[in-house]
T-cell receptor, first 112, second 119 residues
């Protein structure tokens, strides 16, 4: 079992719709959770971090964390063509310093 | 604040050569982590440096090494290059340090990366 798993996609959504991305992780010692966006040929760009169970909203993005079920999700509301990218879920385990373990990423395509 | 900078941005080397990549973290950030990104393996952790000391290491062979200087700048070195070392090498900086709120210390910001091609 991979430590951090994501559906590779592509997740195709119409412009203006909600894109829903999921990520599951295996280590119950996971402490910090991050979503990064990566455009083709570019480096990952932090979208948001989440540390506690529940929802965290930042603009059109909402992250949801459920530690009991070991998943974290990202919702993108009012999806725009510029949101077309690969979204990476990353997890930090308390005992592993600053090491981030990444999922394989979900490719999102927003169609006008 | 200026972001994370990495040099060079692109490199072409041949098998058996060695290469040194450089990373300057965001001003005030003391932790630098290195990652390798390939289409097949995704993003994988190489190592982390904090206060000039390696704090954590991923599952890479000893050909991959690094160091950090007193100004927090970091370099990574790959010796005896192999074709499979072709990848995007990413550096990430983090504020990590005592006295900061737990959530603030572990956010990592990535540089633009160095694209290494081994022929």
């Amino acid at each position: 079992q991979k430590e951090v798993e994501q559906n590779s996609g592509p997740l195709s959504v119409p412009e203006g719709a909600i894109a829903s991305l999921n990520c599951t992780y295996s280590d119950r010692g996971s402490q910090s959770f991050f979503w990064y966006r990566q455009y083709s040929g570019k480096s990952p760009e932090l979208i948001m971090s989440i540390y506690s169970n529940g929802d965290k909203e930042d603009g059109r993005f909402t992250a949801q964390l459920n530690k009991a079920s070991q998943y974290v999700s990202l919702l993108i509301r009012d999806s725009q063509p510029s949101d077309s990218a690969t979204y990476l879920c990353a997890v930090r385990v308390r005992a592993a310093g600053n090491k981030l373990t990444f999922g394989g990423g979900t490719r999102v395509l927003v169609k006008p | 604040k200026a972001g994370v900078t990495q040099t060079p941005r692109y490199l072409i080397k041949t098998r058996g050569q060695q290469v040194t990549l450089s990373c300057s973290p965001i001003s005030g950030h003391r932790s630098v982590s290195w990652y390798q990104q390939t289409p097949g393996q995704g993003l994988q952790f190489l190592f982390e440096y904090f206060s000039e000391t390696q704090r954590n290491k991923g599952n890479f062979p000893g050909r991959f090494s690094g160091r950090q200087f007193s100004n927090s700048r970091s370099e990574m070195n790959v010796s005896t290059l192999e074709l499979g070392d072709s990848a995007l090498y990413l550096c990430a900086s983090s504020p990590r340090g005592p006295g900061l709120p737990p959530g603030a210390t572990d956010t990592q910001y990535f540089g633009p990366g160095t694209r290494l091609t081994v022929l």
